[in-house]
């Protein structure tokens, strides 16, 4: 007798054979997504299509239009551009998988590249893409992956292996190339047709795809120097200090030398926002304001009150004013789609009177500042302000960098900062660390430390908090005169030690059950580290607490 299981699929319910594949089931309802069907959720489980169907369940499946589809989707994607590679010029030939840019991810060659060679490499991709490769899961012992890798000259992954307590891995099997990656993968390789590659310089290249936000089109490609640079920079010292991946810090732990790398890298970290003092203060006869803007969980309040200390150390007074107390009235405040009041937006500020008074400090004249009353839902006026000679107003918002605020005060008399934790630590040379992982992490601390929320409130906030950082912060980020780095190469290994616990405080029956186990899978690859020696001025004690600045 044919046994079968009812499932829920879009609120209806069907009748499938038990053993049934999710991928034989996605046939049926491929036809209502404009990309191909990649994963399935089954009861808030990601699982890959060649799972079965054991028992009744709901099912949701997912394309790149979904933030774990499209996860999927680029890493599919970068391990058909590594085979691609390797069938052009040979097996010993790698890539280096370095961060996110514009969208896409910046990637290097370990051989020259040309425009001709990305072209190459391109059309070899949409030929492994056309043969509907197969992309298989293996399962084998810890040590014997171990062995593969090192076999491969891969000692960055054979690294990680060392790093796992568990007996047995999963691989992923392309041809006859075998791979780690720490999330899931399509069946096959005719399930990723989306994507572009860009010739940047030298030996690298963007790969470019369609994003949870840009669904209907690959964009672009935009280069921006100021982040190229950064992020170059944050490579260089990483080289010069042998550490480029998640293997290379959890040794400096192990062999208890974790101390030393803490006081170095935020000796470099107070050195270069002391870089970014000294510019002000020499142009502090025509430099009047100073803006500081970033994505949430950069570690904004730190650096302004950092900076401003340093500013006073140059003999500068800093009059701070955060854009957030220009709100205007609540019963005025835009609300988005699902009738919630939208503070994220750029009408939800009083700009005709922000303009104004920043404009009348500027002219010698006196201001009564508000403070906003959140309670209340409206500004209370209580601030007189003026400025004297030494006085230097610094403004910190997600709007600070905005070309539509403070249209009536000149360029020149404007200084613009933006800050972003832009992680350049890598797990190997083919899974990277998300800067927006970071900055989740970051942000589930401080939620839980200062606000009492729980993990599932900060994650089900996350998608409303990104849509606004596309919306008002990204687009303006080229505005900046500097940019600032404020990720420290330890600082995942500390954020482990606070966030674990914290993630396995969601049930299996949450929405962000999958969400919280991914991150969980992906701390698991770091060693602890204690932050007994993190100084109270760091950025990170902003989220763990006790810091100098707001403890």
Not at 131 to 138: E, G, N, Q
């Amino acid at each position: 007798m044919i046994e079968l299981v009812e499932v829920n699929i879009n609120n209806k319910k069907y009748k499938y054979n038990k053993d049934t594949t999710l991928q034989e089931i996605a046939k049926e309802f491929q036809s209502n997504f404009s990309y191909p069907i990649l994963l399935a959720k089954i009861n808030n489980t990601i699982k890959e299509l060649t799972s079965p169907i054991k028992k009744d369940a709901t099912i949701e499946f997912l394309d790149l239009t979904d933030r774990e589809g499209n996860r999927c989707h680029i890493n599919c994607l970068t391990y058909i551009m590594l085979y691609a590679v390797k069938k052009l010029y040979g097996p010993s030939a790698d890539i280096r998988v370095r961060h996110s840019l514009d969208k896409g991810l910046y990637i290097e060659t370990t051989f020259k590249l040309t425009e001709n060679k990305v072209e190459l490499i391109k059309d070899m991709m949409k030929s492994i893409i056309k043969a509907d490769m197969p992309i298989s899961k293996v399962t084998i012992e810890r040590l014997e992956a171990i062995k593969y890798f090192e076999s491969t000259n891969d000692f960055a992954k054979a690294g990680v292996m060392n790093y796992n307590t568990d007996n047995y891995i999963t691989l992923y099997r392309l041809g006859n190339l075998y791979n780690y990656f720490y999330s899931p993968m399509p069946t096959s390789t005719e399930l990723v047709k989306d994507f572009d590659l860009t010739y940047i310089k030298d030996n690298g290249l963007i790969l470019r795809f369609p994003t949870v936000y840009i669904t209907d089109k690959i964009k672009k490609y935009e280069h921006h120097p100021n982040m190229f640079e950064v992020f170059k920079e944050c490579r260089k010292w990483a080289k010069i200090i042998h550490i480029e991946n998640s293997v290379d810090l959890n040794k400096v732990v192990s062999l208890g030398r974790i101390n030393d790398l803490i006081k170095i890298d935020e000796t470099l970290q107070s050195n270069r926002l002391l870089e970014v003092a000294k510019t002000i203060n020499q142009k502090r006869d025509t430099i009047k304001i100073v803006l500081l803007a970033g994505p949430s969980s950069s570690g904004k309040t730190t650096t302004s009150k950092k900076l401003c200390l340093l500013l006073k150390s140059f003999g500068l007074n800093p009059k701070v004013i955060s854009m957030d107390d220009y709100f205007v009235e609540r019963t005025q405040t835009p609300k988005d789609k699902n009738g919630n009041y939208d503070y994220e937006c750029l009408e939800a500020l009083d700009l005709k009177l922000f303009d104004k008074q920043i404009g009348s400090l500027l002219r010698g004249e006196e201001i009564i500042a508000p403070t906003y009353n959140f309670t209340l839902g409206k500004k209370e006026f209580k601030n007189r302000m003026h400025l004297n000679e030494e006085d230097i107003i610094v403004i910190e918002g997600i709007h600070a960098l905005d070309t539509k605020i403070l249209t009536n005060i000149s360029k020149e008399h404007k200084f613009k900062i933006y800050i972003s934790p832009l992680t350049e630590l890598n797990i190997d040379n083919h899974n990277r660390i998300s800067t927006t992982d970071n900055r989740l992490l970051r942000r589930i601390i401080r939620d839980s430390r200062t606000r009492n929320y729980s993990v599932e409130q900060t994650l089900a906030q996350w998608p409303s908090v990104r849509k606004g950082e596309e919306e008002y912060i990204f687009p303006y980020q080229d505005e900046a005169d500097i940019v600032i780095n404020s990720a420290t190469i330890y600082e995942i290994g500390v954020l482990k030690t606070y966030v674990e616990p914290l993630l396995f405080s969601v049930p299996t029956t949450s929405p962000f059950y999958e969400e919280a186990m991914r991150l969980l899978r992906f701390l698991r690859l770091f060693l602890p580290i204690p932050a007994d020696t993190i100084p109270q001025d760091a950025i990170i004690r902003e989220f763990i607490g006790n810091s100098y600045f707001n403890d």
